[in-house]
RNA sequence: GUGGGUAUAGCUCAGUUGGUUAGAGCGUCAGGUUGUGGCCCUGAAGGCCGUGGGUUCGAGUCCCAUUACUCACCCCA
């Protein structure tokens, strides 16, 4: 038995109907919001990634699938997307254009990390990106477009928590200031804090363990440290939420494990869906696209697990799950009312009728039972006798009524179907 | 990469302190006279009890290993 890759997905229909939900909002609010739809590939180069999600986070040293083409070109499955759509902005002369660009993506996402509740190796992310604007306004925009997309698919529970990171300039200031704090009380931490002081001390301000949270409570604070321009951006970020009507709080705990990340960062968070709660996360960017080649140009943007937005819709979500059967299963009784049925059935479906009919050779009970459990509206009954005589049973499901229609009459066939099953 | 939990039919699960041919419900398929679904009844198919070792006269049951699933750490959407 050959199994499916570890960390896969099969989405079966009753389920792919979720998915097709949110896939909609994603269109649906990228269309109000004037973003437009951008495709790129499954493959970039591994270079692409080590550059512009950074040579030392966990993505790029452990988690990416990497393997060397036949050229002996090393390639990576986009462990993201932000790092392709900076690419594709560059390599498309998309950044001498007209400015902002916004642009959104549905995709799937590879990393190979242990699977668990809201994580998988092979996930799915709507992306928007903002590009060629620096101004708070196009942070509040892009949130305000996460936020909207949350509320079309009307998940509750959902919290909004921002924080600012700084540029690189007070971001260093700040992180000397942390590892400092940090130093000093480095017996009481965690064994993986006490490394991150090393690699990553902003990480310890959301560990886990309890010891860490209470000693991070009282670390610096990243908006403490700001300089002037990142504080007002700040400030001007949060005006301009609370305008909008959009609810926020301020988490200096938010912390993104993406290099290219600057200034803002946020998180939208999801009660009850296990330890992975964070289920659309982003963050300004301005020094990614120069990073990998292409021109100054700031950038901001988010990505929405769509895993994890599914498994959040069990808690409630304005989805509805519509079963409807076909408006009609033909039951065929024999050789040549099977030919007949074949074709009436092909003529109703191109008129806008859904029919169906036998194709696995049921008795005339079986395929009434099957009719019945496909939940078809009308079931019309063809056999010998009603090729002969020119008559036959138009059975509506539901009450049981019986119609007496010609099969060659698809004309009152269709209209009884229409009058009827309104 | 590190821990915990789980593994019996397509699905959800029973299976006594180890004891003969491993069960139920649901689902699937077929019947319940002549050409009419739902409810009900009957029957059938479907399991190397995750895999490999071990203990034992005897293992679905106990022990070890392994794999998968799952939850958590880590990481992140």
Redesign the pocket.
Known sequence: MI?KP??TLDILPGESKKWQFIESACRKVCKKHGFGEIRFPTFEETQLFARGVGDT???VQK?MYTFTDRDGTSYTLRP?GTASVARAVIENGLAGGTMPLKLFYIINCF?H????????RE?Y?FGAELFGATSPSADAKLILLASDFLKEIGLKNISLHINSIGCPECRSVYRDALVKYFSQKKEDLCQ?CRS?LET?PL?IL????PICKGIAADAPKTIDYLCQSCKEHFDGLKERLSEVGIDYTVDCNIV???DYYSRTVF?FISEGI???S????GGRYDGLVSQIGGPELAGIG????I??LVLSMENGSSFKDEEEGPDLYIAA?GEKASVKANGLCAKLSDLGIVSETDLVG?????Q??????IDAAF?L??????LQTGR??L?N??T?D?FDVSPDDIESIIKIVKREGV
């Open positions: 199994q570890r960390g986070t966990d993505v988690e993201e990393r990390e242990r699977p668990q509740a809201g994580r998988y996930f992310q993986t991150r990553n990480r959301d560990c886990k363990s993104r494990g993406l998180e296990g330890a992975q964070t289920v659309c996360g988010f990505a929405a697990g895993n994890r009784i049921r008795s005339l009970k079986a009434m039972k099957y009719a019945n459990k079931t009954i063809l056999g010998d006798g009603e036959a049973q059975r499901m539901k049981g019986q």
